[in-house]
């Protein structure tokens, strides 16, 4: 039986200390039982596996925890100072007209005033205009539907973050 060896970045995230690997987790994803899962399942063979870990971590998070997962993320059109994942993630923004941020500022505020958490959404690769069709589309929602799309999104979104992490560990 042949053996094939994890890819680089992976390979060093399976090796980190456990504080160094749950301070990277958190990076990815706010919600500390999630990263607790997938720091449990250590190591891993396959980025797929890691992904899998993943998905099946944000389908067990509890209403809590998923409060806790949207707290570390900014609102659309104002990414945390200083946070180059969140400049990255956002920057479909980053060229939106005047009139565009302020109407994405009313936005957020509405959908915070009806959900009672940010609005969250895979932000990677949409426009401004995107953006706001999306917040204008899911507003619309009842509080359940929208649960469960943000929990979609942050699946896409922790994806994105944890293949960054091994990528820029090869």
């Known amino acids: 039986m042949t053996t094939t060896s994890p890819p680089p970045g992976l ?21 500390t039982a999630w990263g607790e899962r997938l720091l449990a399942a250590r190591p891993y063979a396959t980025e797929a596996d890691l992904y899998a870990a993943s998905d099946a971590a944000t389908a067990a998070l509890t209403a809590p925890d998923l409060d806790q997962a949207m707290a570390g993320h900014p609102p659309i059109g104002r990414p945390k100072p200083g946070d180059p994942t969140s ?5 479909g923004m980053a060229g939106a007209s005047d009139a565009l941020k302020a109407e994405m500022l009313e936005l957020n505020l509405a959908y915070q005033e009806k959900f009672g958490h940010v609005f969250l959404i895979c932000a990677t690769g949409r426009t401004g ?11 619309g929602n009842s509080p359940e539907e929208e649960r469960e799309i943000v929990r979609t999104e942050l699946g896409k979104i922790n994806r994105i ?3 960054r992490l091994v990528e820029q560990d090869a």
């Open 87 to 91: 400049s990255r993630e956002q920057a």
């Open 161 to 163: 973050r944890l293949a």
């Open 129 to 139: 205009e995107q953006l706001r069709d999306a917040v204008e589309e899911r507003i």
């Open 11 to 31: 390979a060093r995230f399976n090796t980190l200390a456990p504080d160094a690997a749950r301070a990277a987790l958190h990076e990815a994803c706010a919600a």
